[in-house]
């Protein structure tokens, strides 16, 4: 009996335009060929945007990745099995390879990775500061500014800080890794 193994998301590269095509051929795949446990699930992520054509708003979903469809995989039963699903996924049509270094052979993304793209993940990068404290911000247009903390907001990631601008105390919204404890 193989070991335990757990899944994590693979993206594949393919056409722009056949992104719900390859998910549909990958469902039937999987349902043809009883994969589920290999391939737990597809995902081509969506967003709401608000188009205006003609005068009239009109809401629509578009891609947020076009071009790229997330995998959720199970490898590491036998290195025979896992390389005939690489190819069968690899030769599904439309699909051009595994994003990565090799695209023969898929690379996983990490959870800061999913958590950047905006996708879901438990992931919470870990802070060693807390509200009260003075850090430095990283990244953005006050890059370099030495600033307090007043709140932390975990469910979202991000942090609170009160920058000096022109003598005054403003408050600016960030992202946990976008500062650093002094």
């Known amino acids: 009996m193989p070991e335990e193994r757990e899944a994590r998301w693979y993206v594949i590269h393919t056409y722009s335009g056949y992104e719900n095509k390859v998910r549909d051929t990958l469902e039937r795949f999987i349902e043809n060929h009883g994969l589920q446990e290999a391939i737990q699930e597809i995902y081509v992520p969506t967003e709401e945007v608000v188009e205006i054509k003609d005068g009239k708003r009109k809401v629509i979903q ?18 025979k099995e896992d390389k005939r699903l690489w190819y069968d996924i690899r030769n599904v049509r439309g699909v051009t390879g595994f994003v990565g270094p090799d695209p023969n052979k898929p690379l996983p993304l990490t959870e800061s990775d999913l958590a950047y793209m905006g996708l ?28 307090n903390v007043t709140e932390m907001n975990y469910d979202k990631q991000q942090v609170t800080v009160t920058v000096t601008m022109f003598g ?15």
Do not use: M
């Open 168 to 182: 005054r105390e403003t408050p600016v919204t960030l992202d946990f890794t976008q500062v650093q404890k002094i």
């Open 120 to 147: 879901e993940t438990d992931w919470v990068p870990e802070v060693d500061y807390n509200v009260g404290d003075v850090v430095r911000i990283l990244s953005g247009p006050f890059a370099d500014s030495k600033c």
């Open 62 to 79: 578009r891609k947020k990745f076009p071009g790229y469809v997330f995998l959720k995989l199970v490898f590491g039963y036998e290195e």
